[in-house]
C-alpha cells in the first residue's frame, strides 16, 4: 500500500513507535508532537489546533495511567488528520477503533452547538433543533430568514396586485395545502413549505412580478425541475414555478450548423442534445454536436438549473461545464430590467439605464485583480471543479473594462440570487460517435488515483469514473459485470476501480486514443482485484460493443439508487459532492471512506469523477432525533476540514452551494473572498429578494434546519418508503401540469401517513389532514394514469402508479367488486354489447353533430362523478364482426412450426376506426392479413369473446377481476400456443405488457410478442417493405417503451415512410378510459404533442391513446399495423424460420 507523502510516512512511523515503545509518556508526547510539527509545517492552522488541544487536554492526561495516555494521543493524530491519512492510521490500530464520540472534537463542537436541545416538528413535518434559550422566535415580525417570514399583510398585498393589474390568473395561483406541500420538496433533504407557488407563463410575468415583490419585501424563489441537492429550490415564501407549464419556456433556435443553441430555461438537457441531433438528422451534416454540461440528471434537469448550477458532468470536466460554454444570457433583475447579452441594442440600453452598477463590478474586478493571493487562490479553486459560494473567476477572467462579460459570467452558477435567467445560448461541443470503454481494477483506492492522475496529464481519456470497494460490492451482485469485469469478486478490502471512456471523431482516432492509454496503464505496478492476484492490463481490455459499455455505465449510474433502495425506512439518501487536485484524489478519498467507517455510515459509497478530482459521497441519514443530528453535524464538519481545510478543496463540486454548504462557504475561501461575494449580492440583490439564504447565509446551523422527515408510507406497496424524491420521474408523468407528479404522490401521501400515524393532532393539524385527505383523492389518486412511465426514469425504480393501484384497491367497495366480477365473468356478453353501442353514439353524432353530443356528455360526465367518459369526434365506431374464416383455433389443426397464436385484444375486438377516417377495416382485419402475406397459419382461439388480460379491471383497482380475466387468459395461452412453443401475439401494446406482467409462468412471457415485436423478429424476411407515405407521425405508447421495443417501432415506421416524426410525449394519459372520464389529464399530458402541419397520418399502437391523439392534433391516429399492411407485400420465396 502507498503511504501517501513523506509526511504520512513519517507519522505512521510514530504512531507505531507509539503503540510499541517502552519509553516515558512524555518522551512519547514529546515525539509525537515534533512528529505532528514536521508534517503539518504548512498548515498553522493544523498546528495550532494541536498545540491548543494538547494544552486543554494535560490535565486530563496526568489522571490516566501509562496505555490510555498512549491510546489518547493516537486519537489526537488521527481526529484532526494532520500527519497521515486516516486510513493509514486505521490500518496500524483498526482492531483498537473507538466509539466516534470519544475524543472527537467534531462531535464535541456537534454537541456544544446542539447544546440538549430537542428536536421540534412544526406544522408542514420539517424538523429542526429547538431555539436555544433567550433566542425564541417573535411570531408576529416578519424576518427574512426561514421560518420567520410570516404574513405581516406583505403577501395579500402582492397577491392583490398580481391579480388586479392582470399579470397572474387566479388559477395560476398555488396555495392549497397539497401543492404548497408537494413544491416544499426538492431532491434536497430539506423542507420549507411555500406560502404561495406561482405558475409563471413568460418572461414579461417575471419582468412585472419582480418589481411588486422588491416594492412590498416579497422573497422570491426560482425554480425549474427541482432536481437540486442542495436545497435551493425551496422557500417558505413565494415559489416562482416555471416547469411544466404547457409550452412556456421551451423555445429555441439552432444556429451555425449545430455549434450554437438559444434555449429557455424549461427545456430538460437531454431534451436539447434531442434536438440537435434531430436538426442534424433533418439537415443530413457530418457532424453531431451537444451542450457541454452532462449531469447525471441531463434526462430530468432543465437548462434553468443546469445554468444556475453551472453544471458539469461525467464527461465534460471544467473545461465544457457551463460556465465555459455559455455565450450568451438573457436576464430579467429584481427592478424588472431586461438585459439580453446577445443584442447590442440591449446591452447599451442596460449600460445607461445601470451604470452605477456596472461601475461597482468593475471596482469589484479590480480590487481582486490588484492581489495577488487572492487572484491565486481564485484560479487555483477554479482549475477543479467548483460551485461553493459565486463564479468569482468571472472577477479575474475578464479585465475591469469589461463590466458586461464579467456580469455573464457571474450569472452562472448563482442558483437564482442575483437574477432570472430568461434565456441561454451555449457554444455546443462535438459529440462524437465512435466510443470504447474499459473497466480496470486496482488493489487499492490510492493505486486507482494515482493511475487518474496520469491519465489526466495524458489527455487521451474522455471520462475516467472511480469506484470504492463499497460500489464494487454492488457491482458483484450483477451478473453482467461479474461476466465482463474478470477478478470482479476476487476484490480485496481496499480494491478500486476506473471505468475509463476514450471517444473519437473516427476509429482510426479511437484506436490512437485506446492504444495510448493502455500503454499508460501497462506500466502501473499493481493491476488486479488484490495485490497477491497478479493481472496486467490486458485482462480489462476496451469494449466498443454498445451493449457492454453501456453495462458498465448503467452500473455507474445504478449506484445511487442502490444505496437509496437499501436504506432504512424513515431515514433520508444524501449525496454530498467535493473535489481536490487530482494529485490528492487518492488520500483524500481515504480519509473520507475511513471518515464514513468511524462514524458508523456502513452503507457509504464513494465513487465519482476521477479525471476532476470529483467525489461523490452517498449514504443514509436519519433525522429523527437530537443524536442523529449531532452525528450529522460532526460529520459535516469533519467534511468540511478533510475537503476544504487539508485538501484545499470544494465542498460542492457540481450541486451548488445551497443551504446545505452555505455555512461553510467561509471555511473553504476565506474571509476575504467571502466578503467579496456578500458585496456582489449586496450590488444585484441589495434587498435580498431573489432566493434569500441561498449560496451566502448568516445562520450557521442552517444545514440543520428546515429538515425534511422521510414517514413511512402507510400502502402495501412498501416499496414507496424507498423514494428519495429526486424528481427524475417528474418529466414523464401525463399529470405533472395538472395535478401532481409521482415524486410529489409519494410525499403527499407519505405526510397524509405521517398524520394519521401521530398519537394526537392539534387543531391545525386535524384541519390539514382533512383537506390534504379531500385534495389528494383528485389530484394523487383520480388524475395518476398508473401507467408505471415514472418507473422508466426512477433511479430506484419505484412505480408510483401501483402505490396508487395499491389505494383504489383498498378503497374499493365490496358492490364495485362485486358488480366487476360479473362483468368479468361475462366478459362475452360486455364485448357482444359495446360495438352495437358504440355505433348507436356513432349514428347519433351524425345525426346530432359534435357539439351537442360533446356537450351533453360533459354534463352527463360531471353529473356521475366522472363515471360517464366525455365524447369526442374521434370516438370509434363498432369494431367489425372477428373475421376466422381463414384461420384455424386450435395447434393439432395446422402445422405447428409455421404457426403463430393470434389474441385480438378486446379493445380491438370493440371498436374500430372513427367517423370520418379513410379506413374503415378494424386492426384485427390487418394483423391477419400481414400474417397471411407473411404465410404463417394463425391460430385464434374458439373462446376469445370472453377473453381480457384484466388490464381495465387492474387500473380501477378490482384486483379479484383483473386476476380472474388474467389467469383464464393464461390457461387458454399456454393450451393453444402447447405451453409456449408456438408465439402468441398481441395487437395492442398496453394489453400485451398487461399479459406479460400478469403471468404466472414467467417463462411463457417468452413466447408473447407485441406486434412490431413481433413483425420485426418473424417478419422481416418474409415481407417486402415500400416506403408508401412522405410524412407519419408516431406515438409509441409507454407500454411499448416499457418493454424495450421503442428502436424497433421507429424502425418499422421508418420502412414505411419517407419521413417519422415522433410525438414527443412519453404518455398520452388515456390509461384505458381514464383519459375519456377525466379529458383534462389528456389535455395537459398532450399539450407538447408535435405533429408538424401538412402530415396526415398518425400511428401508434394503442386504440384508445390513438383517440386522445387524435383529438389534441385533429389528425387521424391509427395502428401502425394499418400502415404496416398498406407498406408490405409477401416476399417471392417465404420459408419458416
Known sequence: MSLGSG???????????????????????????????????????????????????????????????????????????????????????????????????????????????????????????????????????????????????????????????????????????????????????????????????????????????????????????????????????????????????????????????????????????????????????????????????????????????????????????????????????????????????????????????????????????????????????????????????ALVDAPPSEPMEILKKLMIGSEGTLAFVSKVTFNTVPEFPDKASCFVLFPDIEMACEAAYRLRKQGKASAVELFDRASLKEFENDEKMLKLVKGLSDSGPDAASLLIECTGPDDDDLNERIKAVVDLLREEKYIGPREDISMEIGDFPFTKVADEYKCYWNARKGLIPIVGGARPNGTSMLIEDVACSVDNLGKMAKDLIYMFRRYGYDDAATFGHALEGNLHLVFSQGFRNTAEIERFDAMMQEMAYIVATKYKGSLKAEHGTGRNVAPFVEMEWGTKAYDIMWRLKAIFDPDNIVNPGVILNKDPEIHMKSLKQSPVADSTYDTANKCIECGFCESNCPSRDLSLTPRQRVTVYREISRLKAKESLTIPEQERLRQMTEAFDYMGNATCAADGMCQEKCPVKINTGELIKSLREREMSESANTLAMYAANNFGVVNAMVPPLLNTVDLAHGVLGSSVLETTSRLLNKISGNSIPVWNKYMPRGAKKLDTSDCVSGAEETDIRNSVVYIPSCVTRMMGPARGDSVTEPVHEKMISILKKANYNVIIPESIDSMCCGMMFDSRGNKPAANSKAYALEDMMKEVSMNGRIPVICDTSPCTQTIKNKLRDKMMGFSVYEPVEFVNHFCMDRLEFDKVKKNVAIHIPCSSKKMGIESNFKKLAGMCAENVHESGIPCCGMAGDRGMRYEELTKSSLQHLDVPSGCKDGYSTSRTCEMSLSRQSDVNFRGLLYLIDEATRPKQKATGK
Open 7 to 393: 509526511g504520512s510516512a513519517v507519522g505512521r512511523f510514530a504512531v507505531t513507535l507509539l503503540r510499541r515503545s517502552s519509553e516515558t509518556y512524555a518522551r512519547k508526547q514529546q515525539l509525537l508532537q515534533q512528529t505532528l510539527y514536521n508534517s503539518c509545517s504548512s498548515s498553522t492552522g493544523a498546528i495550532n489546533k494541536w498545540t491548543s488541544l494538547a494544552a486543554e487536554k494535560d490535565e486530563l492526561h496526568k489522571q490516566k495511567n501509562k496505555k490510555q495516555k498512549s491510546q489518547n494521543v493516537f486519537q489526537e493524530t488521527i481526529r484532526w488528520n494532520s500527519y497521515a491519512s486516516s486510513a493509514d492510521a486505521a490500518e496500524v490500530l483498526e482492531e483498537e477503533e473507538k466509539d466516534w464520540r470519544i475524543d472527537n472534537p467534531f462531535f464535541d463542537k456537534a454537541r456544544e452547538n446542539a447544546a440538549g436541545r430537542r428536536m421540534q416538528e412544526n406544522l408542514v413535518g420539517a424538523l429542526s433543533l429547538e431555539p436555544r434559550e433567550g433566542e425564541e422566535v417573535d411570531e408576529t415580525v416578519f424576518k427574512n430568514v426561514d421560518g420567520r417570514r410570516i404574513e405581516d399583510g406583505r403577501y395579500a398585498a402582492f397577491i392583490n396586485r398580481l391579480q388586479r393589474e392582470g399579470i397572474i390568473a387566479e388559477n395560476k395561483i398555488l396555495s392549497d395545502p397539497v401543492r404548497t406541500f408537494a413544491y416544499g420538496t426538492d431532491a434536497s433533504f430539506y423542507r420549507l413549505n411555500p406560502r404561495y407557488v406561482i405558475k409563471i407563463s413568460s418572461e414579461d410575468e417575471i419582468k412585472r412580478i419582480l418589481p411588486i415583490a422588491l416594492e412590498l419585501g416579497v422573497p422570491v424563489t426560482f425554480r425549474a425541475a427541482g432536481t437540486s441537492l442542495s436545497g435551493q429550490a425551496i422557500t417558505d415564501s413565494v415559489l416562482l414555478k416555471l416547469s411544466h407549464h404547457g409550452k412556456n419556456f421551451r423555445n429555441y433556435e439552432i444556429r451555425n450548423g449545430g455549434k450554437e443553441i438559444t434555449v429557455e430555461p424549461g427545456l430538460i438537457g437531454g431534451e436539447v442534445n434531442k434536438l440537435l441531433a434531430r436538426y442534424k438528422h433533418i439537415n443530413k451534416l457530418k457532424d453531431q454536436y451537444k451542450i457541454g454540461p452532462d449531469p447525471a440528471s441531463i434526462e430530468s434537469c432543465m437548462i434553468g438549473g443546469i445554468v444556475s448550477n453551472n453544471s458539469s458532468g461525467m464527461c465534460c470536466g471544467v473545461a465544457m461545464n457551463s460556465y465555459h460554454t455559455v455565450k450568451d444570457l438573457r436576464l430579467v433583475f429584481v427592478d424588472g430590467t431586461i438585459l439580453d447579452t446577445s443584442i447590442p441594442e440591449s446591452v447599451e440600453a442596460f449600460k445607461q439605464s445601470h451604470a452605477y452598477l456596472l461601475k461597482q463590478v468593475s471596482e469589484l474586478a479590480e480590487e481582486v485583480q490588484s492581489d495577488p493571493d487572492l487572484v491565486a487562490l481564485i484560479k487555483k479553486k477554479f482549475a477543479i471543479k467548483c460551485t461553493t459560494g459565486y463564479s468569482i473567476n
